[in-house]
T-cell receptor, first 115, second 109 residues
């Protein structure tokens, strides 16, 4: 089991461009979580998804950010019209089923730099 | 809203010395508390859960509900313990982890 995969590992975007971050959960896991880590801060929850459903998006900024976890393929975190403040490390985690949030396995993260 | 505070950003100790990482939380209900660790160039991984009450790699953590603390301790630090440590909580029956700001531990030879 290769673990949670994220790509790209590093992403550079100019202000105003779109950023797409991908997360493939561990085999057999149907729950995905996205976290953001700003410089010198801890990880902050953004969104929790199951296949084809957004369960909790209370940590998502109201504008420009969206997430999906389609029936087939990876989960995608999309940031439109990026700004410098979006520069951060974005981590994805997956867990096998409901009620096992403590069994979150983390990916290596995508480091987004907005120039 | 729940909050996790790790007051020390950096802890530097000598090998063989005790190490204690402080974690305080605020949450009105009964949360689950965890310690996560990130070694250099590795991904974040679970170290301890308060419910399991076990010792992992010599580390222990006791939940003190009166003081709302979940400090991580190891009596004799090793160089391989050098890493970033994050305290986290999840609300009862919840899904999202709330993390503290992290403490970098540096164990010197």
């Amino acid at each position: 089991n290769a673990g949670v995969m994220q790509n790209p590992r590093h992403l550079v975007r100019r202000r105003g461009q779109e950023a797409r971050l991908r997360c493939s959960p561990m085999k057999g896991h149907s729950h995905v979580y996205w976290y953001r880590q700003l410089p010198e801060e801890g990880l902050k929850f953004m969104v929790y998804l199951q296949k084809e459903n957004i369960i909790d998006e209370s940590g998502m900024p109201k504008e420009r950010f969206s997430a999906e976890f389609p029936k087939e393929g990876p989960s995608i975190l999309r940031i439109q019209q990026v700004v410098r403040g979006d520069s951060a490390a974005y981590f994805c985690a997956s867990s096998p089923r409901t009620g096992t949030s403590y069994e979150q396995y983390f990916g290596p993260g995508t480091r987004l730099t907005v120039t | 809203a729940q909050r996790v505070t790790q007051p020390e950003k950096l802890l530097s100790v000598f090998k063989g010395a005790p190490v204690e990482l402080k974690c305080n939380y605020s949450y009105s209900g009964s949360p689950e508390l965890f310690w996560y660790v990130q070694y250099s160039r590795q991904r974040l991984q679970l170290l301890l859960r308060h419910i399991s009450r076990e010792s992992i790699k010599g580390f222990t953590a006791d939940l003190n509900k009166g003081e709302t603390s979940f400090h991580l301790k190891k009596p004799f630090a090793q160089e391989e313990d050098s890493a970033m440590y994050y305290c986290a909580l999840v609300e009862a029956a919840g899904n999202k982890l709330t993390f503290g700001g992290g403490t970098r531990v540096l164990v010197k030879p």
